[in-house]
């Protein structure tokens, strides 16, 4: 059970390191360059814009399969944030990139559909996920991904994956 007496910010901090552990294990999210602002459990992924992901430089664009990577992506780390978050809040786990052993296993995609409904923008890009179910074995996850206006969406998409065996 959590300290009720815990100082705020050893709880922000622990919060915090999970969560950069958790995004620094994965070499392709450096890659993209896409971090977490956390408010509480609440993650929004963000997707700096960059020249390299441009695909179409006649609009300019960015390139659909980065923004599929994002969607996937920001999925992901929704389904493991989820997944850990009491275990963390209880002290249980303690992941450190430094320790790979530490980093909990994340869920491998079964399927992911995208609908792209505009062209990604030469800017920052933002996107938050939804589980719509996860059991033991199996989750569904919906994305939404957008750039200026929260209720403008560039792109959605559902995934499905199978969830890591606990141990």
């Not at 929004?44 to 179409?56: C, H, Q, R, S, Y």
């Not at 059991?135 to 998409?157: C, H, K, P, T």
Request: neutral net charge; without cysteine; aromatic residues 8%.
């Amino acid at each position: 059970m959590a300290d009720r007496n815990e100082p705020l910010a050893a709880i922000k901090s622990r919060r915090n390191n999970t969560l950069n552990a958790l995004v620094a294990g994965v070499p392709y999210i450096r890659f993209l360059g896409i971090t977490f602002d956390r408010r509480g459990d609440e993650l929004t992924a963000i997707l700096p814009f960059d020249e390299k992901l441009i695909g179409n430089p006649m609009l300019p664009a960015i390139h659909g399969g980065v923004t599929a990577a994002f969607l996937e992506v920001t999925a992901i780390v929704e389904l493991t944030w989820t997944a850990i978050w009491q275990d963390m809040e209880e002290g249980r786990i303690a992941p450190d990139a430094a320790v790979p052993e530490s980093l909990p296993r994340l869920p491998k995609t079964i399927d992911f559909t995208v609908d792209y409904l505009r062209s990604g923008l030469p800017r920052d890009a933002y996107a938050r996920a939804r589980v719509v179910r996860s059991g033991r074995r199996y989750a569904s996850v919906q994305v939404e991904a957008w750039q200026d206006n929260r209720s403008r969406l560039f792109a959605q998409a559902t995934g499905h994956f199978v969830m890591p065996e606990q141990g």
